[in-house]
Every structure is written in structure tokens, then in C-alpha cells.
């Protein structure tokens, strides 16, 4: 982040064509950038929180018409309304974008209002894979692996 622009400029910033060519991103289209803080076109970096600021981070890399975009760990050290923030982003600026959503999360509740499907690696190991749906109902994996 460049600590001396304003939000509005660090997602401009960022703002490139896919790799697929395509100029209108899942945020760049309709301005839903300017949804990713509560004062985006005059809020500079430093003054912004952690939670917009990890909003501010997801929304960049979205401007850059990404068709993956991994998320690493987003709800990490956030309060909870701050999560339930984030957990909005990727539904309200995906929709229809066409950037695969890939999640690294030990917050399960987080994962599961997300994603579609989910993967649970043990050691280093894929030990499960299943729908965020089915995996909700599979007391046998939530217990031994998830902690739920």
C-alpha cells in the first residue's frame, strides 16, 4: 500500500486489464471499489483500521482483474464484525466477476459462509475434501480435524 494516497488511489492504482484482456473487473465494475472503506476517496492508509485495511487489500487485488486470488488467512487478529465485513467482500464484489476465491482459513465459520467447497489438510496432507454444505453436517471430520 502507498501510505500517502488516498484509498481511492491505491485501487487505481492497481487498476490493470486481466489476463484474459478483460478492463472490468469484479471491483472495478460500477464503481463497487469505493465500497472497501466507509470513506474511500479521502481515508489515507495510515489512518485506516485493521479491518478496512484488510479490506483495502482484497479490494486491490481485485482491480487487478485477477482470475485467482488467494486469501491467506483474512480474518486473522479482526473482531468479529470486522469478519462478518470481510466475509461480505468476496460475494458483494465477486458476483459475477469471474476470479476463483482461494481461501486459507482456520476459522471455519468464516470458511463455510464463503466458500463452495472445502479442503481440510492435516500435516501437510489433504485429508478431506467435500462441499462447504456437506462438510457443515460431517460431525466425524469437524470433530477430529476442525475443532467445531
Given at each position: 500500500?502507498?501510505?500517502?494516497?488516498s484509498?481511492?488511489?491505491?485501487?487505481?492504482?492497481?487498476?490493470?486489464?486481466?489476463?484474459d484482456?478483460?478492463?472490468?473487473?469484479?471491483c472495478?465494475?460500477?464503481?463497487?471499489?469505493s465500497?472497501?472503506?466507509?470513506d474511500?476517496?479521502?481515508a489515507?492508509?495510515?489512518?485506516?483500521?485493521g479491518?478496512?485495511?484488510?479490506?483495502?487489500?482484497?479490494a486491490?487485488?481485485?482491480?487487478c482483474?485477477?482470475?485467482?486470488?488467494?486469501?491467506?488467512?483474512?480474518?486473522e487478529?479482526?473482531?468479529?464484525?470486522?469478519?462478518?465485513?470481510?466475509?461480505?467482500?468476496?460475494?458483494?464484489?465477486?458476483?459475477g466477476g469471474?476470479?476463483?476465491?482461494?481461501?486459507?482459513e482456520q476459522?471455519?465459520?468464516?470458511?463455510l459462509?464463503i466458500?463452495e467447497?472445502?479442503?481440510?489438510?492435516d500435516?501437510?496432507?489433504?485429508?478431506h475434501?467435500?462441499?462447504?454444505?456437506?462438510?457443515?453436517?460431517n460431525?466425524?471430520i469437524r470433530?477430529?480435524?476442525?475443532?467445531?
Open positions: 500500500m502507498f501510505p500517502e494516497h484509498v481511492e488511489d491505491n485501487l487505481l492504482i492497481a487498476a490493470k486489464s486481466g489476463p484482456g478483460r478492463e472490468t473487473g469484479p472495478r465494475a460500477s464503481g463497487k471499489h465500497r472497501c472503506s466507509k474511500s476517496g479521502r489515507w492508509r495510515g489512518r485506516l483500521s479491518g478496512e485495511q484488510q479490506l483495502l487489500v482484497i486491490r487485488a481485485l482491480m482483474n485477477p482470475l485467482v486470488v488467494l486469501l491467506d488467512e483474512p480474518s487478529g479482526l473482531v468479529p464484525i470486522v469478519v462478518a465485513t470481510i466475509g461480505k467482500v468476496p460475494r458483494e464484489l465477486g458476483g469471474g476470479a476463483t476465491l482461494l481461501l486459507a476459522n471455519m465459520h468464516f470458511c459462509r466458500a467447497e472445502a479442503v481440510v489438510i500435516k501437510g496432507k489433504v485429508v475434501r467435500q462441499d462447504t454444505a456437506g462438510l457443515a453436517g460431525e466425524d470433530r477430529r480435524y476442525l475443532a467445531m
